[in-house]
């Protein structure tokens, strides 16, 4: 079993940045691939990034390619979204997930899930 928490989501004007922050409870987190998804109001689930246990191995979305950095620290029990030059299409609410396999992250066929962290990007 694996516990999602989210944190350090906003309201930040375009061009800023955010850093999220997803603690996850569970001896198997070391195990687990660990990714981020997000939804906007009125929108299918979006992939957004993801990466293996051992951070060796990483996907993004092309929307968010060369913007966001997906790291974690298995020390901590922690995954990280770094989002840069933000634009008003990338407000949503994001959330964190869990996976033993790095491809259903990319295809969100996820085993865990977290509740989410809103952000919002203003024009």
């Known amino acids: 079993q694996v516990q999602l928490v989210e944190s350090g989501g906003g309201l930040v004007q375009a061009g800023g940045s955010l850093r999220l922050s997803c603690a996850a409870s569970?001896?198997?987190?070391?195990?687990?691939?660990m990714g981020w998804f997000r939804q906007a109001p009125g929108k299918e689930r979006e992939f957004v990034a993801a990466l293996n246990w051992s951070a060796d191995i990483k996907r993004y979305a092309d929307s968010v390619k060369g913007r966001f950095t997906i790291s974690r620290d298995n020390a901590k029990n922690t995954v990280y979204l770094q989002m840069n030059s933000l634009k008003p299409e990338d407000t949503a609410v994001y959330a964190c997930a869990a996976d033993p396999a790095l491809a259903a992250i990319v295809t969100l066929q996820i085993d865990y899930w977290g509740v989410g962290t809103q952000v919002t990007v203003s024009s």
């Open positions: 569970g001896r198997t987190f070391r195990s687990y691939a």
